[in-house]
Protein backbone atom coordinates (compact mmCIF):
# COMPACT_ATOMS: atom_id res chain seq x y z
CA UNK A 1 0.00 0.00 0.00
CA UNK A 2 1.66 3.41 -0.58
CA UNK A 3 2.07 6.10 1.84
CA UNK A 4 -1.27 7.93 0.01
CA UNK A 5 -3.20 4.48 0.10
CA UNK A 6 -2.81 4.84 3.92
CA UNK A 7 -3.46 8.45 4.16
CA UNK A 8 -6.81 7.22 2.65
CA UNK A 9 -7.51 4.74 4.80
CA UNK A 10 -6.62 6.85 7.85
CA UNK A 11 -9.17 10.04 6.92
CA UNK A 12 -11.49 7.36 5.71
CA UNK A 13 -11.51 5.90 9.44
CA UNK A 14 -11.17 9.82 10.67
CA UNK A 15 -14.70 10.98 8.90
CA UNK A 16 -16.40 8.21 9.76
CA UNK A 17 -18.34 7.55 12.69
CA UNK A 18 -17.56 3.91 13.95
CA UNK A 19 -19.09 3.14 17.05
CA UNK A 20 -22.65 2.18 17.46
CA UNK A 21 -24.17 3.14 20.46
CA UNK A 22 -24.45 0.91 23.20
CA UNK A 23 -28.10 -0.34 23.76
CA UNK A 24 -29.53 -2.12 26.92
CA UNK A 25 -31.33 -5.36 26.59
CA UNK A 26 -34.31 -3.53 26.71
CA UNK A 27 -33.67 -1.26 23.75
CA UNK A 28 -32.33 -4.01 21.78
CA UNK A 29 -34.92 -6.31 22.40
CA UNK A 30 -37.46 -3.61 20.68
CA UNK A 31 -35.14 -3.47 17.76
CA UNK A 32 -34.65 -7.32 17.06
CA UNK A 33 -38.43 -6.60 17.04
CA UNK A 34 -39.08 -4.10 14.44
CA UNK A 35 -36.37 -5.21 12.17
CA UNK A 36 -37.53 -8.41 11.86
CA UNK A 37 -41.56 -6.84 11.17
CA UNK A 38 -40.03 -4.68 8.69
CA UNK A 39 -37.85 -7.34 6.97
CA UNK A 40 -41.46 -9.27 6.70
CA UNK A 41 -42.99 -6.48 5.67
CA UNK A 42 -40.30 -5.54 2.87
CA UNK A 43 -40.00 -8.65 1.88
CA UNK A 44 -36.42 -8.90 2.38
CA UNK A 45 -33.41 -10.88 3.89
CA UNK A 46 -30.48 -9.89 6.04
CA UNK A 47 -27.04 -10.89 4.82
CA UNK A 48 -24.76 -10.76 7.49
CA UNK A 49 -20.71 -10.92 7.14
CA UNK A 50 -18.99 -13.42 10.40
CA UNK A 51 -17.39 -10.33 11.27
CA UNK A 52 -20.36 -8.53 12.24
CA UNK A 53 -21.75 -7.46 16.09
CA UNK A 54 -23.02 -10.96 17.31
CA UNK A 55 -26.31 -9.34 17.34
CA UNK A 56 -26.68 -8.46 13.94
CA UNK A 57 -25.11 -12.07 13.22
CA UNK A 58 -28.10 -13.16 15.61
CA UNK A 59 -30.97 -11.35 13.94
CA UNK A 60 -30.33 -12.39 10.34
CA UNK A 61 -30.06 -16.31 11.89
CA UNK A 62 -33.33 -15.77 14.13
CA UNK A 63 -35.19 -14.22 10.81
CA UNK A 64 -33.98 -16.63 7.96
CA UNK A 65 -31.13 -14.74 6.38
CA UNK A 66 -27.44 -16.08 6.54
CA UNK A 67 -24.07 -15.48 8.67
CA UNK A 68 -21.48 -16.54 6.21
CA UNK A 69 -18.15 -15.42 4.38
CA UNK A 70 -18.06 -13.37 1.52
CA UNK A 71 -18.32 -16.18 -1.15
CA UNK A 72 -21.28 -17.60 0.40
CA UNK A 73 -22.97 -14.02 1.03
CA UNK A 74 -23.20 -14.03 -2.65
CA UNK A 75 -24.65 -17.04 -3.16
CA UNK A 76 -27.32 -16.39 -0.63
CA UNK A 77 -28.11 -13.11 -2.12
CA UNK A 78 -28.19 -14.28 -5.61
CA UNK A 79 -30.20 -17.24 -5.10
CA UNK A 80 -32.81 -16.30 -1.86
CA UNK A 81 -36.50 -15.26 -3.62
CA UNK A 82 -36.38 -12.00 -1.24
CA UNK A 83 -36.92 -8.86 -3.86
CA UNK A 84 -34.79 -6.70 -1.30
CA UNK A 85 -31.79 -7.63 0.47
CA UNK A 86 -30.06 -6.25 3.77
CA UNK A 87 -26.31 -6.47 3.31
CA UNK A 88 -24.43 -6.18 6.85
CA UNK A 89 -20.82 -6.27 5.90
CA UNK A 90 -18.81 -3.94 3.78
CA UNK A 91 -19.49 -2.07 0.41
CA UNK A 92 -18.08 -4.54 -2.09
CA UNK A 93 -20.17 -7.17 -0.91
CA UNK A 94 -23.30 -4.54 -1.13
CA UNK A 95 -22.06 -4.10 -4.74
CA UNK A 96 -21.31 -8.02 -4.63
CA UNK A 97 -25.04 -8.59 -4.30
CA UNK A 98 -26.04 -5.92 -6.91
CA UNK A 99 -24.43 -6.89 -9.46
CA UNK A 100 -25.36 -10.77 -9.30
CA UNK A 101 -29.40 -9.39 -8.44
CA UNK A 102 -29.94 -6.07 -10.67
CA UNK A 103 -33.64 -6.82 -9.70
CA UNK A 104 -33.08 -6.57 -6.79
CA UNK A 105 -33.19 -3.73 -4.28
CA UNK A 106 -29.45 -3.74 -1.65
CA UNK A 107 -29.37 -1.77 0.94
CA UNK A 108 -26.37 -1.44 3.51
CA UNK A 109 -26.84 -0.02 7.26
CA UNK A 110 -24.04 2.43 6.03
CA UNK A 111 -22.71 2.68 2.79
CA UNK A 112 -19.40 4.16 4.43
CA UNK A 113 -18.39 0.60 5.61
CA UNK A 114 -15.50 0.11 3.45
CA UNK A 115 -12.69 -1.87 3.32
CA UNK A 116 -9.05 -1.34 3.49
CA UNK A 117 -8.32 -3.39 0.27
CA UNK A 118 -10.75 -1.57 -1.79
CA UNK A 119 -9.85 1.68 -0.64
CA UNK A 120 -5.98 0.64 -1.56
CA UNK A 121 -6.78 -0.25 -5.11
CA UNK A 122 -8.27 2.86 -7.20
CA UNK A 123 -10.15 1.63 -10.17
CA UNK A 124 -7.90 4.11 -12.63
CA UNK A 125 -4.32 3.36 -11.01
CA UNK A 126 -5.06 -0.59 -11.00
CA UNK A 127 -6.09 -0.04 -14.68
CA UNK A 128 -2.96 1.29 -15.77
CA UNK A 129 -1.07 -1.56 -13.68
CA UNK A 130 -3.18 -4.19 -15.52
CA UNK A 131 -1.96 -1.70 -19.11
CA UNK A 132 1.17 -2.68 -18.19
CA UNK A 133 0.82 -6.45 -17.98
CA UNK A 134 -1.01 -7.32 -20.86
CA UNK A 135 0.35 -10.55 -21.03
CA UNK A 136 -0.98 -11.57 -17.50
CA UNK A 137 -4.62 -12.89 -16.54
CA UNK A 138 -5.90 -10.53 -13.87
CA UNK A 139 -7.47 -12.39 -11.13
CA UNK A 140 -8.83 -9.59 -8.33
CA UNK A 141 -9.99 -10.45 -4.60
CA UNK A 142 -13.60 -10.00 -3.83
CA UNK A 143 -12.48 -7.10 -1.40
CA UNK A 144 -12.39 -4.17 -4.35
CA UNK A 145 -14.79 -2.42 -5.83
CA UNK A 146 -17.13 -3.24 -8.76
CA UNK A 147 -14.92 -0.77 -11.20
CA UNK A 148 -11.87 -2.72 -10.42
CA UNK A 149 -13.58 -6.25 -10.87
CA UNK A 150 -14.91 -5.34 -14.11
CA UNK A 151 -11.43 -4.98 -15.11
CA UNK A 152 -10.78 -8.42 -14.08
CA UNK A 153 -10.85 -11.86 -15.85
CA UNK A 154 -11.37 -13.76 -12.72
CA UNK A 155 -12.70 -12.78 -9.30
CA UNK A 156 -11.77 -14.68 -6.25
CA UNK A 157 -13.16 -15.02 -2.21
CA UNK A 158 -9.94 -16.61 -0.14
CA UNK A 159 -12.06 -19.78 0.10
CA UNK A 160 -11.34 -20.94 -3.04
CA UNK A 161 -8.17 -18.50 -3.85
CA UNK A 162 -5.26 -21.40 -3.81
CA UNK A 163 -7.61 -23.52 -5.86
CA UNK A 164 -8.05 -21.09 -8.71
CA UNK A 165 -4.56 -19.88 -9.22
CA UNK A 166 -3.67 -23.03 -8.95
CA UNK A 167 -5.80 -24.43 -11.55
CA UNK A 168 -4.80 -21.10 -13.94
CA UNK A 169 -1.05 -21.99 -13.25
CA UNK A 170 -1.93 -25.43 -14.95
CA UNK A 171 -3.33 -23.71 -17.43
CA UNK A 172 0.45 -22.05 -17.84
CA UNK A 173 -0.91 -18.79 -17.69
CA UNK A 174 0.85 -15.87 -15.37
CA UNK A 175 -1.16 -14.04 -12.89
CA UNK A 176 -1.44 -10.54 -12.23
CA UNK A 177 -2.98 -10.49 -8.44
CA UNK A 178 -5.01 -7.70 -6.11
CA UNK A 179 -4.98 -6.07 -4.14
CA UNK A 180 -3.97 -7.68 -0.94
CA UNK A 181 -0.32 -8.70 -0.96
CA UNK A 182 -0.25 -11.07 1.51
CA UNK A 183 -3.33 -13.59 0.09
CA UNK A 184 -1.07 -13.33 -3.07
CA UNK A 185 2.09 -14.06 -1.14
CA UNK A 186 0.48 -17.42 0.59
CA UNK A 187 -1.20 -18.61 -3.19
CA UNK A 188 2.01 -18.05 -5.05
CA UNK A 189 4.05 -19.81 -2.52
CA UNK A 190 0.98 -22.70 -2.36
CA UNK A 191 1.10 -23.11 -6.24
CA UNK A 192 4.19 -21.99 -7.69
CA UNK A 193 2.42 -19.72 -9.75
CA UNK A 194 4.09 -16.93 -11.45
CA UNK A 195 1.53 -14.06 -9.64
CA UNK A 196 2.56 -10.23 -9.98
CA UNK A 197 1.05 -8.67 -7.00
CA UNK A 198 -0.53 -5.63 -6.08
CA UNK A 199 0.53 -3.49 -2.97
CA UNK A 200 -2.44 -3.88 -0.84
CA UNK A 201 -3.12 -5.03 2.74
CA UNK A 202 -6.10 -5.41 4.95
CA UNK A 203 -5.21 -3.03 8.38
CA UNK A 204 -6.87 -5.67 10.70
CA UNK A 205 -4.98 -8.71 9.33
CA UNK A 206 -1.76 -6.80 8.77
CA UNK A 207 -1.83 -6.13 12.37
CA UNK A 208 -1.03 -9.78 13.72
CA UNK A 209 2.56 -10.36 15.24
CA UNK A 210 4.24 -13.55 14.87
CA UNK A 211 6.28 -12.61 18.02
CA UNK A 212 3.16 -12.30 20.24
CA UNK A 213 1.55 -15.24 18.31
CA UNK A 214 4.44 -17.25 19.67
CA UNK A 215 4.20 -16.11 23.24
CA UNK A 216 0.77 -17.02 23.69
CA UNK A 217 1.35 -20.05 21.77
CA UNK A 218 3.82 -21.08 24.47
CA UNK A 219 1.69 -20.07 27.24
CA UNK A 220 -1.57 -22.52 25.68
CA UNK A 221 0.18 -25.88 24.43
CA UNK A 222 -2.67 -26.97 23.34
CA UNK A 223 -4.03 -24.72 21.46
CA UNK A 224 -4.38 -24.98 17.63
CA UNK A 225 -3.39 -21.76 15.87
CA UNK A 226 -6.39 -20.79 13.07
CA UNK A 227 -5.09 -18.10 10.21
CA UNK A 228 -6.61 -15.91 7.89
CA UNK A 229 -4.43 -15.50 4.66
CA UNK A 230 -4.61 -12.15 4.72
CA UNK A 231 -2.19 -12.00 7.24
CA UNK A 232 1.33 -11.36 7.28
CA UNK A 233 3.49 -14.74 5.71
CA UNK A 234 5.65 -14.59 9.03
CA UNK A 235 1.99 -15.22 10.83
CA UNK A 236 1.14 -17.52 8.28
CA UNK A 237 3.65 -19.84 8.86
CA UNK A 238 2.98 -20.71 12.76
CA UNK A 239 -0.54 -21.90 12.00
CA UNK A 240 -1.86 -25.11 11.65
CA UNK A 241 -4.69 -24.08 9.81
CA UNK A 242 -4.66 -21.00 7.09
CA UNK A 243 -8.58 -20.90 5.38
CA UNK A 244 -11.12 -18.36 4.75
CA UNK A 245 -13.55 -17.22 7.65
CA UNK A 246 -15.97 -20.36 6.72
CA UNK A 247 -12.42 -22.82 6.63
CA UNK A 248 -11.40 -21.52 9.98
CA UNK A 249 -14.76 -22.21 11.77
CA UNK A 250 -14.69 -25.64 9.94
CA UNK A 251 -11.51 -26.36 10.48
CA UNK A 252 -12.19 -25.98 14.87
CA UNK A 253 -14.75 -28.15 14.39
CA UNK A 254 -12.83 -30.67 13.04
CA UNK A 255 -9.75 -30.61 15.43
CA UNK A 256 -9.63 -32.26 18.92
CA UNK A 257 -7.63 -29.49 20.47
CA UNK A 258 -9.79 -27.78 23.47
CA UNK A 259 -8.16 -24.32 22.93
CA UNK A 260 -7.92 -22.21 19.78
CA UNK A 261 -5.94 -18.64 18.90
CA UNK A 262 -7.39 -17.43 15.92
CA UNK A 263 -5.95 -14.74 13.83
CA UNK A 264 -8.80 -13.03 11.77
CA UNK A 265 -11.42 -10.26 12.79
CA UNK A 266 -12.90 -11.36 16.73
CA UNK A 267 -16.56 -11.30 15.54
CA UNK A 268 -15.61 -15.07 14.09
CA UNK A 269 -16.00 -16.03 17.99
CA UNK A 270 -19.72 -15.76 17.68
CA UNK A 271 -20.41 -18.54 15.33
CA UNK A 272 -17.22 -20.30 16.86
CA UNK A 273 -18.75 -19.99 20.41
CA UNK A 274 -22.24 -20.87 19.37
CA UNK A 275 -20.99 -23.79 17.20
CA UNK A 276 -18.49 -25.43 20.01
CA UNK A 277 -19.64 -23.74 23.47
CA UNK A 278 -16.93 -26.17 24.98
CA UNK A 279 -13.87 -25.09 22.99
CA UNK A 280 -11.88 -21.82 23.82
CA UNK A 281 -10.97 -19.14 21.24
CA UNK A 282 -8.39 -16.70 22.16
CA UNK A 283 -7.40 -13.32 19.70
CA UNK A 284 -4.29 -13.78 18.41
CA UNK A 285 -2.04 -10.72 19.36
CA UNK A 286 -1.59 -7.55 17.28
CA UNK A 287 0.55 -5.07 17.28
CA UNK A 288 -1.19 -3.09 19.42
CA UNK A 289 0.12 0.85 18.47
CA UNK A 290 0.34 1.01 14.62
CA UNK A 291 -1.27 4.12 12.54
CA UNK A 292 -4.57 2.51 12.31
CA UNK A 293 -5.02 0.74 14.97
CA UNK A 294 -8.42 1.45 16.03
CA UNK A 295 -8.46 -2.21 13.92
CA UNK A 296 -6.89 -4.19 16.16
CA UNK A 297 -7.97 -7.82 15.52
CA UNK A 298 -11.29 -6.06 14.76
CA UNK A 299 -12.72 -4.86 11.58
CA UNK A 300 -13.67 -0.87 12.08
CA UNK A 301 -15.82 -1.10 9.03
CA UNK A 302 -17.60 -4.54 9.83
CA UNK A 303 -18.59 -2.75 13.25
CA UNK A 304 -20.25 -0.06 11.65
CA UNK A 305 -23.72 -2.23 11.04
CA UNK A 306 -25.73 -2.04 13.97
CA UNK A 307 -29.27 -2.99 14.87
CA UNK A 308 -30.42 0.88 14.93
CA UNK A 309 -29.11 1.86 11.30
CA UNK A 310 -30.23 -1.38 10.17
CA UNK A 311 -33.81 -0.15 11.54
CA UNK A 312 -33.20 3.13 10.26
CA UNK A 313 -32.91 1.89 6.47
CA UNK A 314 -35.19 -0.64 6.45
CA UNK A 315 -37.69 2.01 7.61
CA UNK A 316 -37.46 4.37 4.76
CA UNK A 317 -38.72 3.45 1.66
CA UNK A 318 -35.65 4.53 -0.05
CA UNK A 319 -33.40 3.52 2.99
CA UNK A 320 -32.17 7.15 3.98
CA UNK A 321 -29.82 6.63 1.02
CA UNK A 322 -28.27 3.62 1.98
CA UNK A 323 -29.11 1.73 -1.50
CA UNK A 324 -26.07 0.15 -3.17
CA UNK A 325 -25.89 1.44 -7.09
CA UNK A 326 -23.90 0.27 -9.56
CA UNK A 327 -23.18 1.77 -13.01
CA UNK A 328 -25.11 -0.58 -15.62
CA UNK A 329 -21.80 -0.76 -17.85
CA UNK A 330 -19.73 -1.13 -15.29
CA UNK A 331 -21.61 -4.29 -13.50
CA UNK A 332 -22.05 -5.95 -16.75
CA UNK A 333 -18.35 -6.25 -17.03
CA UNK A 334 -18.04 -7.22 -13.24
CA UNK A 335 -20.87 -9.84 -13.91
CA UNK A 336 -18.47 -11.98 -16.28
CA UNK A 337 -15.67 -12.78 -13.55
CA UNK A 338 -17.93 -13.00 -10.77
CA UNK A 339 -20.17 -15.64 -12.41
CA UNK A 340 -16.50 -17.53 -12.69
CA UNK A 341 -16.02 -17.31 -9.30
CA UNK A 342 -19.50 -18.83 -8.53
CA UNK A 343 -19.31 -21.47 -11.52
CA UNK A 344 -15.81 -22.30 -9.63
CA UNK A 345 -16.09 -22.68 -6.76
CA UNK A 346 -19.61 -24.50 -7.48
CA UNK A 347 -17.81 -26.84 -9.15
CA UNK A 348 -15.30 -27.32 -6.39
CA UNK A 349 -18.21 -27.96 -4.21
CA UNK A 350 -18.99 -30.49 -6.06
CA UNK A 351 -15.62 -32.62 -6.63
P1 LIG B 1 -13.94 -14.13 3.82
O1 LIG B 1 -14.00 -14.22 2.34
O2 LIG B 1 -13.13 -15.21 4.46
O3 LIG B 1 -15.31 -14.02 4.39
O4 LIG B 1 -13.16 -12.79 4.21
C1 LIG B 1 -13.63 -11.54 3.86
C2 LIG B 1 -12.85 -10.51 4.53
O5 LIG B 1 -13.11 -9.36 4.42
C3 LIG B 1 -11.70 -10.94 5.31
O6 LIG B 1 -11.11 -9.88 5.95
FE1 LIG C 1 -11.44 -5.33 4.59
FE2 LIG C 1 -9.84 -6.29 6.43
FE3 LIG C 1 -12.20 -5.31 7.13
FE4 LIG C 1 -12.01 -7.65 5.79
S1 LIG C 1 -11.29 -7.21 7.85
S2 LIG C 1 -13.43 -5.99 5.37
S3 LIG C 1 -10.27 -7.22 4.45
S4 LIG C 1 -10.50 -4.15 6.23
Known sequence: MTQLDRDRVREHLANTASTQPILDEEARAHYRARIAEQLKARNAVLVAHYYTDPEIQALAEATGGCVADSLEMARFGKDHPATTLIVAGVRFMGETAKILSPEKRVFMPTLEATCSLDIGCPADAFAAFCDQHPERTVVVYANTSAAVKARADWVVTSSIAVEL?????????????????????????????????????????????????????????????????????????????????????????????????????????????????????????????????????????????????????????????????????IAERALVPLNRMLDFGAELKRR
Not at 226 to 243: C, F, K, T, Y
Not at 305 to 320: I, P
Open 165 to 329: IDYLDRQGEKILWAPDRHLGAYVRDKTGADVLCWDGECIVHDEFQAKGLLDLKALHPQAAVLVHPESPASVVEIADVVGSTSQLIAAAQKLDNPEFIVATDRGIFYKMQQLMPDKIFMAAPTAGNGATCRSCASCPWMAMNGLENTLVVLKDANGCGQEIHVDPA
